[in-house]
Protein backbone atom coordinates (compact mmCIF):
# COMPACT_ATOMS: atom_id res chain seq x y z
CA UNK A 1 0.00 0.00 0.00
CA UNK A 2 1.51 3.48 -1.28
CA UNK A 3 1.57 6.53 0.95
CA UNK A 4 -1.39 8.21 -0.42
CA UNK A 5 -3.35 5.40 -0.34
CA UNK A 6 -2.84 4.91 3.07
CA UNK A 7 -3.17 8.76 4.25
CA UNK A 8 -6.79 8.55 2.16
CA UNK A 9 -7.65 5.86 4.58
CA UNK A 10 -6.39 7.80 7.35
CA UNK A 11 -8.22 11.06 5.99
CA UNK A 12 -11.45 8.45 6.22
CA UNK A 13 -10.87 6.97 9.44
CA UNK A 14 -10.42 10.86 10.84
CA UNK A 15 -13.29 12.00 9.30
CA UNK A 16 -16.06 9.02 10.64
CA UNK A 17 -14.55 9.76 14.12
CA UNK A 18 -15.32 13.37 13.96
CA UNK A 19 -18.90 12.49 12.26
CA UNK A 20 -19.31 10.26 15.28
CA UNK A 21 -17.91 13.13 17.67
CA UNK A 22 -19.88 16.05 16.06
CA UNK A 23 -23.08 13.86 15.74
CA UNK A 24 -23.35 13.68 12.19
CA UNK A 25 -22.72 17.72 11.76
CA UNK A 26 -19.22 17.67 10.49
CA UNK A 27 -16.42 15.19 9.26
CA UNK A 28 -13.39 17.28 8.87
CA UNK A 29 -11.50 19.88 11.19
CA UNK A 30 -11.00 23.06 8.61
CA UNK A 31 -12.36 24.42 5.56
CA UNK A 32 -10.33 23.43 2.48
CA UNK A 33 -8.87 26.62 1.36
CA UNK A 34 -7.29 26.55 -2.47
CA UNK A 35 -5.33 29.90 -1.86
CA UNK A 36 -3.79 27.70 1.16
CA UNK A 37 -2.57 24.45 -1.66
CA UNK A 38 -1.29 26.72 -3.98
CA UNK A 39 0.71 29.24 -1.88
CA UNK A 40 1.60 27.05 1.20
CA UNK A 41 1.12 23.17 -0.10
CA UNK A 42 2.28 23.12 -3.65
CA UNK A 43 5.37 24.91 -3.69
CA UNK A 44 7.40 22.37 -1.79
CA UNK A 45 5.80 19.58 -3.67
CA UNK A 46 7.00 20.84 -7.08
CA UNK A 47 10.58 22.57 -5.98
CA UNK A 48 11.71 18.97 -4.69
CA UNK A 49 10.49 17.39 -7.88
CA UNK A 50 12.71 19.70 -9.87
CA UNK A 51 15.12 19.03 -7.29
CA UNK A 52 15.64 15.68 -6.87
CA UNK A 53 15.03 14.96 -10.69
CA UNK A 54 17.86 13.22 -12.56
CA UNK A 55 18.84 15.90 -14.47
CA UNK A 56 20.73 13.92 -17.64
CA UNK A 57 17.90 11.32 -18.12
CA UNK A 58 15.44 14.18 -17.78
CA UNK A 59 17.16 16.38 -20.76
CA UNK A 60 18.33 13.44 -22.80
CA UNK A 61 14.14 12.85 -23.05
CA UNK A 62 12.53 16.34 -23.07
CA UNK A 63 11.41 16.02 -26.14
CA UNK A 64 9.44 12.86 -25.24
CA UNK A 65 8.54 14.13 -22.03
CA UNK A 66 6.93 17.54 -23.56
CA UNK A 67 4.85 15.27 -26.23
CA UNK A 68 3.41 13.41 -22.83
CA UNK A 69 3.04 16.57 -20.83
CA UNK A 70 2.33 19.34 -22.64
CA UNK A 71 0.55 17.34 -26.06
CA UNK A 72 -0.66 14.66 -24.02
CA UNK A 73 -2.37 17.13 -21.62
CA UNK A 74 -4.06 19.34 -24.41
CA UNK A 75 -5.42 15.61 -26.11
CA UNK A 76 -7.12 14.77 -22.71
CA UNK A 77 -8.00 18.38 -22.43
CA UNK A 78 -9.33 17.98 -25.42
CA UNK A 79 -11.18 14.54 -25.16
CA UNK A 80 -12.86 15.10 -21.42
CA UNK A 81 -13.91 18.91 -22.26
CA UNK A 82 -15.86 16.92 -25.69
CA UNK A 83 -16.71 14.48 -23.83
CA UNK A 84 -18.53 15.62 -20.68
CA UNK A 85 -20.19 18.58 -22.81
CA UNK A 86 -21.90 15.04 -25.23
CA UNK A 87 -22.72 12.88 -22.75
CA UNK A 88 -23.76 15.30 -19.56
CA UNK A 89 -25.86 16.95 -21.79
CA UNK A 90 -28.11 13.28 -21.88
CA UNK A 91 -27.89 13.40 -18.34
CA UNK A 92 -29.78 16.46 -18.58
CA UNK A 93 -27.06 18.17 -15.98
CA UNK A 94 -28.25 21.47 -17.56
CA UNK A 95 -26.10 23.54 -14.54
CA UNK A 96 -22.75 23.77 -16.58
CA UNK A 97 -22.02 25.91 -19.17
CA UNK A 98 -18.94 26.40 -22.14
CA UNK A 99 -16.57 27.74 -19.22
CA UNK A 100 -17.47 24.50 -17.10
CA UNK A 101 -16.75 22.28 -19.37
CA UNK A 102 -13.50 23.63 -20.39
CA UNK A 103 -12.45 23.65 -16.70
CA UNK A 104 -13.87 20.09 -16.18
CA UNK A 105 -10.91 19.44 -19.21
CA UNK A 106 -8.39 21.10 -17.79
CA UNK A 107 -8.97 19.52 -13.77
CA UNK A 108 -9.05 15.95 -15.03
CA UNK A 109 -6.30 16.20 -17.33
CA UNK A 110 -3.95 16.96 -14.07
CA UNK A 111 -2.17 13.20 -13.25
CA UNK A 112 -0.74 12.13 -10.23
CA UNK A 113 1.99 9.88 -10.93
CA UNK A 114 3.61 9.34 -7.25
CA UNK A 115 2.29 5.56 -6.78
CA UNK A 116 4.18 4.58 -9.75
CA UNK A 117 7.82 6.15 -8.53
CA UNK A 118 7.07 4.83 -5.42
CA UNK A 119 7.53 1.49 -7.61
CA UNK A 120 9.61 2.51 -10.39
CA UNK A 121 13.83 2.20 -9.55
CA UNK A 122 15.78 4.52 -11.22
CA UNK A 123 18.68 2.36 -11.72
CA UNK A 124 16.58 -0.49 -13.18
CA UNK A 125 14.57 1.32 -15.66
CA UNK A 126 16.25 5.24 -15.99
CA UNK A 127 14.36 5.86 -19.21
CA UNK A 128 11.16 4.54 -17.93
CA UNK A 129 11.41 6.52 -14.57
CA UNK A 130 12.62 9.74 -16.09
CA UNK A 131 9.44 9.88 -18.98
CA UNK A 132 6.79 9.06 -15.98
CA UNK A 133 8.34 11.51 -13.86
CA UNK A 134 8.79 14.43 -16.23
CA UNK A 135 5.60 14.00 -17.82
CA UNK A 136 3.91 13.92 -14.55
CA UNK A 137 5.22 17.24 -13.58
CA UNK A 138 5.15 18.86 -16.85
CA UNK A 139 1.38 17.92 -17.28
CA UNK A 140 0.53 19.59 -13.89
CA UNK A 141 2.04 23.10 -14.90
CA UNK A 142 0.38 22.48 -18.34
CA UNK A 143 -3.13 21.43 -16.77
CA UNK A 144 -2.65 24.52 -14.46
CA UNK A 145 -1.53 26.92 -17.29
CA UNK A 146 -4.83 26.59 -19.38
CA UNK A 147 -6.81 26.21 -15.78
CA UNK A 148 -5.89 30.09 -15.54
CA UNK A 149 -6.19 30.61 -19.09
CA UNK A 150 -9.57 29.43 -19.18
CA UNK A 151 -10.43 31.92 -16.05
CA UNK A 152 -8.86 35.11 -17.69
CA UNK A 153 -10.79 34.52 -21.47
CA UNK A 154 -14.16 35.40 -21.92
CA UNK A 155 -15.09 32.30 -23.68
CA UNK A 156 -19.16 32.83 -24.27
CA UNK A 157 -18.31 33.04 -28.08
CA UNK A 158 -15.29 31.19 -28.78
CA UNK A 159 -13.67 32.62 -32.07
CA UNK A 160 -10.71 31.64 -34.24
CA UNK A 161 -8.72 35.24 -33.01
CA UNK A 162 -9.93 34.08 -29.09
CA UNK A 163 -8.06 30.37 -29.88
CA UNK A 164 -5.25 31.90 -30.90
CA UNK A 165 -5.23 34.29 -27.86
CA UNK A 166 -5.85 31.30 -25.99
CA UNK A 167 -2.79 29.33 -27.04
CA UNK A 168 -0.25 32.34 -27.26
CA UNK A 169 -0.98 33.15 -23.96
CA UNK A 170 -0.21 29.82 -23.13
CA UNK A 171 2.91 29.15 -25.00
CA UNK A 172 3.72 32.63 -23.48
CA UNK A 173 3.45 31.74 -20.07
CA UNK A 174 5.32 28.33 -20.57
CA UNK A 175 8.28 30.65 -21.95
CA UNK A 176 8.44 33.38 -19.23
CA UNK A 177 7.62 31.15 -16.50
CA UNK A 178 10.19 29.01 -17.44
CA UNK A 179 12.76 31.48 -17.39
CA UNK A 180 12.08 33.44 -14.79
CA UNK A 181 13.01 30.19 -12.40
CA UNK A 182 16.11 29.12 -14.61
CA UNK A 183 17.16 33.44 -13.36
CA UNK A 184 16.30 33.09 -9.79
CA UNK A 185 18.24 29.87 -9.67
CA UNK A 186 21.16 31.42 -11.32
CA UNK A 187 20.80 34.52 -8.94
CA UNK A 188 21.03 32.12 -6.10
CA UNK A 189 23.93 30.03 -6.96
CA UNK A 190 25.82 33.66 -7.63
CA UNK A 191 25.05 34.65 -4.40
CA UNK A 192 26.11 31.81 -2.04
CA UNK A 193 29.44 31.64 -4.78
CA UNK A 194 30.33 35.01 -5.16
CA UNK A 195 28.92 36.95 -2.39
CA UNK A 196 29.68 35.24 0.52
CA UNK A 197 26.47 36.02 2.14
CA UNK A 198 25.86 33.28 4.67
CA UNK A 199 28.14 31.03 3.44
CA UNK A 200 29.92 28.06 5.60
CA UNK A 201 26.81 28.33 7.44
CA UNK A 202 24.36 25.67 7.06
CA UNK A 203 21.40 27.84 8.61
CA UNK A 204 21.87 30.58 6.30
CA UNK A 205 22.58 28.50 3.34
CA UNK A 206 19.62 26.38 3.79
CA UNK A 207 17.27 29.76 4.79
CA UNK A 208 18.89 31.55 1.93
CA UNK A 209 17.56 28.33 -0.73
CA UNK A 210 14.21 28.18 0.64
CA UNK A 211 13.22 31.72 0.40
CA UNK A 212 14.81 32.24 -3.08
CA UNK A 213 12.76 29.28 -4.16
CA UNK A 214 10.15 30.82 -2.89
CA UNK A 215 10.73 34.50 -3.91
CA UNK A 216 10.63 32.13 -7.42
CA UNK A 217 7.10 30.84 -7.31
CA UNK A 218 5.51 34.43 -5.59
CA UNK A 219 7.10 36.13 -8.25
CA UNK A 220 5.65 34.26 -10.93
CA UNK A 221 2.15 34.31 -8.84
CA UNK A 222 2.34 38.55 -8.49
CA UNK A 223 2.99 38.75 -12.92
CA UNK A 224 0.25 35.86 -13.25
CA UNK A 225 2.77 33.35 -14.67
CA UNK A 226 2.71 29.66 -14.75
CA UNK A 227 4.31 29.60 -10.69
CA UNK A 228 4.78 25.69 -10.79
CA UNK A 229 6.65 25.83 -13.88
CA UNK A 230 8.94 28.66 -12.08
CA UNK A 231 9.52 27.40 -9.41
CA UNK A 232 10.60 23.60 -11.09
CA UNK A 233 12.79 24.78 -12.97
CA UNK A 234 14.30 27.02 -10.25
CA UNK A 235 14.83 23.67 -8.46
CA UNK A 236 16.56 21.94 -11.42
CA UNK A 237 18.94 24.67 -11.31
CA UNK A 238 19.69 25.04 -7.98
CA UNK A 239 20.16 21.41 -7.57
CA UNK A 240 22.90 21.69 -10.81
CA UNK A 241 24.83 24.93 -9.68
CA UNK A 242 23.92 26.15 -5.68
CA UNK A 243 23.45 22.67 -3.67
CA UNK A 244 27.52 22.52 -4.87
CA UNK A 245 28.36 25.73 -3.47
CA UNK A 246 27.05 25.00 -0.04
CA UNK A 247 29.14 22.95 2.65
CA UNK A 248 28.76 19.42 2.79
CA UNK A 249 26.52 19.59 5.64
CA UNK A 250 24.24 21.93 3.90
CA UNK A 251 23.47 19.58 1.16
CA UNK A 252 22.99 16.86 3.33
CA UNK A 253 20.10 18.94 5.30
CA UNK A 254 18.59 20.53 1.96
CA UNK A 255 18.38 17.13 0.19
CA UNK A 256 16.49 15.66 2.90
CA UNK A 257 14.74 18.43 3.89
CA UNK A 258 13.11 19.51 0.62
CA UNK A 259 11.98 15.71 0.33
CA UNK A 260 10.15 16.09 3.81
CA UNK A 261 8.54 19.20 3.33
CA UNK A 262 7.08 17.51 -0.32
CA UNK A 263 5.93 14.18 1.75
CA UNK A 264 4.27 16.29 4.86
CA UNK A 265 2.10 18.12 2.14
CA UNK A 266 1.39 15.72 -0.09
CA UNK A 267 -0.05 13.16 2.62
CA UNK A 268 -1.43 16.54 4.35
CA UNK A 269 -3.27 17.21 0.81
CA UNK A 270 -4.57 13.42 0.74
CA UNK A 271 -5.83 13.55 4.58
CA UNK A 272 -8.03 16.11 3.91
CA UNK A 273 -9.40 14.30 1.10
CA UNK A 274 -10.10 11.47 2.90
CA UNK A 275 -12.08 13.76 5.71
CA UNK A 276 -13.75 15.42 3.26
CA UNK A 277 -14.80 12.80 0.81
CA UNK A 278 -17.75 12.27 4.20
CA UNK A 279 -18.85 15.82 4.13
CA UNK A 280 -21.98 15.97 5.16
CA UNK A 281 -22.56 19.38 3.05
CA UNK A 282 -22.33 18.23 -0.08
CA UNK A 283 -23.55 14.69 0.18
CA UNK A 284 -26.90 15.84 1.18
CA UNK A 285 -27.16 17.63 -2.31
CA UNK A 286 -26.01 14.45 -3.88
CA UNK A 287 -28.67 12.01 -2.10
CA UNK A 288 -31.62 14.34 -3.77
CA UNK A 289 -30.14 13.02 -7.65
CA UNK A 290 -27.83 10.17 -7.17
CA UNK A 291 -28.04 8.28 -10.38
CA UNK A 292 -26.62 11.89 -11.78
CA UNK A 293 -23.68 11.69 -9.22
CA UNK A 294 -22.94 8.41 -10.34
CA UNK A 295 -23.61 8.92 -14.05
CA UNK A 296 -21.00 11.91 -13.64
CA UNK A 297 -18.30 9.83 -11.72
CA UNK A 298 -18.54 7.10 -14.26
CA UNK A 299 -18.65 8.94 -17.22
CA UNK A 300 -15.40 11.48 -16.26
CA UNK A 301 -13.84 7.92 -15.17
CA UNK A 302 -13.76 6.30 -18.81
CA UNK A 303 -12.88 10.30 -20.51
CA UNK A 304 -9.61 9.53 -17.98
CA UNK A 305 -9.10 6.54 -19.48
CA UNK A 306 -9.92 7.24 -23.24
CA UNK A 307 -8.00 10.28 -23.05
CA UNK A 308 -4.79 9.21 -21.58
CA UNK A 309 -5.07 5.94 -24.10
CA UNK A 310 -5.30 8.49 -27.00
CA UNK A 311 -2.63 10.57 -25.84
CA UNK A 312 0.24 8.19 -24.76
CA UNK A 313 0.32 5.49 -27.35
CA UNK A 314 0.16 7.75 -30.31
CA UNK A 315 2.64 10.09 -29.03
CA UNK A 316 5.17 7.28 -28.01
CA UNK A 317 4.78 6.22 -31.31
CA UNK A 318 5.63 9.47 -33.07
CA UNK A 319 8.73 9.67 -30.61
CA UNK A 320 10.02 6.38 -31.00
CA UNK A 321 10.14 7.33 -34.98
CA UNK A 322 12.92 9.74 -34.45
CA UNK A 323 15.11 6.76 -32.25
CA UNK A 324 17.26 5.57 -34.23
CA UNK A 325 18.50 2.94 -31.30
CA UNK A 326 16.11 -0.38 -30.93
CA UNK A 327 16.96 0.21 -27.21
CA UNK A 328 15.87 3.64 -26.87
CA UNK A 329 12.75 3.02 -28.25
CA UNK A 330 9.71 3.09 -26.24
CA UNK A 331 8.37 -0.63 -25.96
CA UNK A 332 4.82 -1.14 -25.72
CA UNK A 333 4.92 -2.51 -21.80
CA UNK A 334 6.98 0.53 -21.47
CA UNK A 335 4.02 2.53 -23.09
CA UNK A 336 1.19 0.69 -20.57
CA UNK A 337 3.08 1.69 -17.71
CA UNK A 338 3.27 5.56 -18.39
CA UNK A 339 -0.47 5.02 -19.42
CA UNK A 340 -1.13 3.53 -16.25
CA UNK A 341 0.64 6.02 -14.01
CA UNK A 342 -0.96 8.81 -15.55
CA UNK A 343 -4.19 7.26 -14.88
CA UNK A 344 -4.36 8.78 -11.20
CA UNK A 345 -5.60 12.00 -10.11
CA UNK A 346 -4.61 13.53 -7.15
CA UNK A 347 -3.94 17.08 -4.99
CA UNK A 348 -3.84 19.21 -8.55
CA UNK A 349 -7.58 17.80 -9.70
CA UNK A 350 -8.97 18.43 -6.18
CA UNK A 351 -7.52 21.87 -5.87
CA UNK A 352 -8.76 23.04 -9.23
CA UNK A 353 -12.50 21.32 -8.49
CA UNK A 354 -12.07 23.09 -5.42
CA UNK A 355 -11.30 26.38 -7.15
CA UNK A 356 -14.17 26.59 -9.55
CA UNK A 357 -16.96 24.84 -7.74
CA UNK A 358 -16.64 26.24 -4.00
CA UNK A 359 -16.69 29.80 -3.12
CA UNK A 360 -14.46 30.05 -0.01
CA UNK A 361 -14.56 25.55 0.75
CA UNK A 362 -18.53 25.68 0.58
CA UNK A 363 -20.27 24.20 -1.68
CA UNK A 364 -23.75 26.59 -2.52
CA UNK A 365 -25.21 25.07 -5.41
CA UNK A 366 -26.58 21.25 -5.80
CA UNK A 367 -24.76 21.22 -9.21
CA UNK A 368 -21.25 21.97 -7.95
CA UNK A 369 -21.78 19.91 -4.50
CA UNK A 370 -22.18 16.65 -7.65
CA UNK A 371 -18.88 17.94 -9.40
CA UNK A 372 -17.12 18.16 -6.28
CA UNK A 373 -18.24 14.68 -4.86
CA UNK A 374 -17.78 13.07 -8.43
CA UNK A 375 -14.01 14.46 -8.13
CA UNK A 376 -13.31 13.61 -5.26
CA UNK A 377 -14.77 9.81 -6.32
CA UNK A 378 -12.84 9.65 -9.25
CA UNK A 379 -9.67 10.68 -7.14
CA UNK A 380 -10.39 8.08 -4.73
CA UNK A 381 -11.06 5.39 -6.84
CA UNK A 382 -8.03 5.84 -9.16
CA UNK A 383 -5.75 6.17 -6.02
CA UNK A 384 -7.06 3.22 -4.45
CA UNK A 385 -7.40 0.46 -7.09
CA UNK A 386 -5.39 1.56 -9.64
CA UNK A 387 -3.08 2.33 -6.83
CA UNK A 388 -3.44 -0.78 -5.24
CA UNK A 389 -2.81 -2.50 -8.79
CA UNK A 390 0.34 -0.33 -9.73
CA UNK A 391 3.03 -2.64 -8.30
CA UNK A 392 2.04 -6.11 -9.26
CA UNK A 393 1.26 -4.69 -12.73
CA UNK A 394 4.98 -2.99 -12.87
CA UNK A 395 6.68 -5.64 -11.78
CA UNK A 396 4.88 -7.48 -14.45
CA UNK A 397 5.35 -5.22 -17.58
CA UNK A 398 8.95 -4.66 -16.12
CA UNK A 399 10.78 -7.33 -13.71
CA UNK A 400 13.80 -6.33 -11.90
CA UNK A 401 16.86 -7.12 -13.44
CA UNK A 402 19.99 -7.84 -10.89
CA UNK A 403 22.26 -9.35 -13.09
CA UNK A 404 22.52 -6.94 -15.99
CA UNK A 405 24.07 -3.87 -13.76
CA UNK A 406 27.55 -5.64 -15.06
CA UNK A 407 26.78 -6.18 -18.52
CA UNK A 408 24.69 -1.98 -18.28
CA UNK A 409 28.30 -0.88 -17.07
CA UNK A 410 30.37 -3.01 -19.62
CA UNK A 411 27.64 -1.68 -22.61
CA UNK A 412 28.28 1.70 -21.72
CA UNK A 413 31.76 1.36 -21.10
CA UNK A 414 32.32 -0.07 -24.80
CA UNK A 415 30.04 2.68 -25.68
CA UNK A 416 32.26 5.27 -24.31
CA UNK A 417 35.32 3.99 -25.89
CA UNK A 418 34.03 4.20 -29.07
CA UNK A 419 33.62 7.19 -28.90
CA UNK A 420 36.92 8.14 -28.25
CA UNK A 421 38.51 5.67 -31.04
CA UNK A 422 39.58 7.51 -34.28
CA UNK A 423 36.62 7.70 -36.73
CA UNK A 424 39.02 7.33 -39.47
CA UNK A 425 41.59 4.02 -38.84
CA UNK A 426 44.63 3.59 -40.67
CA UNK A 427 44.81 0.49 -43.00
CA UNK A 428 48.30 -0.59 -41.65
CA UNK A 429 47.03 -0.63 -37.95
CA UNK A 430 44.10 -2.93 -39.39
CA UNK A 431 46.46 -5.16 -40.96
CA UNK A 432 48.07 -5.61 -37.78
CA UNK A 433 45.20 -6.28 -35.74
CA UNK A 434 44.17 -8.59 -38.33
CA UNK A 435 47.33 -10.28 -38.33
CA UNK A 436 47.74 -10.32 -34.58
CA UNK A 437 44.13 -11.25 -33.73
CA UNK A 438 44.39 -9.64 -30.67
CA UNK A 439 41.32 -7.48 -31.62
CA UNK A 440 37.76 -8.51 -31.26
CA UNK A 441 35.82 -5.26 -31.52
CA UNK A 442 35.22 -3.32 -34.75
CA UNK A 443 36.48 -0.57 -35.30
CA UNK A 444 34.33 2.60 -36.46
CA UNK A 445 34.53 4.17 -39.99
CA UNK A 446 32.48 6.55 -41.69
CA UNK A 447 29.61 5.06 -42.41
CA UNK A 448 29.53 4.83 -38.52
CA UNK A 449 29.82 8.27 -38.17
CA UNK A 450 27.11 8.79 -40.71
CA UNK A 451 24.34 6.82 -39.01
CA UNK A 452 25.44 6.96 -35.09
CA UNK A 453 26.48 11.18 -34.48
CA UNK A 454 29.50 11.25 -31.69
CA UNK A 455 28.30 14.54 -30.85
CA UNK A 456 25.01 14.74 -29.06
CA UNK A 457 23.41 17.79 -27.74
CA UNK A 458 24.48 17.28 -24.24
CA UNK A 459 28.23 17.03 -24.78
CA UNK A 460 27.96 20.22 -26.62
CA UNK A 461 25.98 21.59 -23.70
CA UNK A 462 28.77 20.25 -21.26
CA UNK A 463 31.44 22.18 -23.14
CA UNK A 464 29.56 25.32 -22.93
CA UNK A 465 28.46 24.43 -19.17
CA UNK A 466 31.69 23.68 -18.16
CA UNK A 467 33.70 26.76 -20.26
CA UNK A 468 31.39 29.69 -19.19
CA UNK A 469 28.33 28.64 -16.59
CA UNK A 470 30.08 27.15 -14.02
CA UNK A 471 32.93 29.34 -14.08
CA UNK A 472 30.58 31.92 -12.71
CA UNK A 473 28.03 29.86 -11.31
CA UNK A 474 29.13 27.17 -9.66
CA UNK A 475 28.99 23.13 -9.74
CA UNK A 476 30.45 19.96 -9.72
CA UNK A 477 34.00 20.09 -9.81
CA UNK A 478 34.14 23.94 -9.92
CA UNK A 479 34.18 24.93 -6.09
CA UNK A 480 36.56 23.06 -3.54
CA UNK A 481 34.64 21.39 -1.02
CA UNK A 482 33.90 22.80 2.00
CA UNK A 483 33.41 21.27 5.17
CA UNK A 484 31.19 22.14 7.78
CA UNK A 485 32.38 24.33 10.84
CA UNK A 486 31.47 21.68 13.10
CA UNK A 487 33.80 19.07 10.67
CA UNK A 488 36.61 21.99 11.02
CA UNK A 489 36.12 21.76 15.08
CA UNK A 490 35.88 18.01 15.24
CA UNK A 491 39.44 18.09 12.66
CA UNK A 492 41.12 20.51 15.20
CA UNK A 493 40.36 18.14 17.80
CA UNK A 494 41.39 14.54 16.33
CA UNK A 495 44.52 16.91 15.13
CA UNK A 496 46.17 16.44 18.91
CA UNK A 497 45.06 12.92 19.79
CA UNK A 498 46.32 11.56 16.43
CA UNK A 499 49.94 13.40 16.88
CA UNK A 500 50.26 11.78 20.47
CA UNK A 501 49.46 8.20 18.85
CA UNK A 502 52.08 8.91 16.52
CA UNK A 503 54.69 9.71 19.38
Not at 131 to 142: H, M, P, Q, S
Not at 159 to 167: E, K
Not at 374 to 395: D, E, Y
Request: glycine share 6%.
Amino acid sequence: MTESVTALFIGLCTGIFILVTTKGKSSHLFVFDEHLFFIYLLPPIIFNAGFQVKKKQFFQNFITISLLGAVGSLISFVIIWLGSTFMFENLEIGFLDLKDYLALGAIFSATDTVCTLQVLNQDETPILYSLVFGEGVVNDATSVVLFNAIQRFDLSHITSTVAMQLFGNFFYLFVTSTVLGIVVGLLTAYIIKKLYLGRHSTDREVALMILMAYLSYMVAELFDLSSILTVFFCGIVMSHYTWHNVTEKSRVTTKHGFATLSFISEIFIFLYVGMDALDIEKWKFVSKSPGKSIGVSSILLVLVLVGRAASVFPLCFLSNLFRKSQSDKIGFKQQVTVWWAGLMRGAVSVALAYNWFTMSGRTQQPGNAIMITSTITVVLFTNVVCGLLTKPLVRFLSPPQHKQSSNNMSSELSSEMSLVLPVLTNREDQKQDSMSGSDNTPHPNLRMLLTRPTRSVHYYWRMFDDAFMRPVFGGRGFVPHVPSPEQNSLHERLLPEQHTVVE
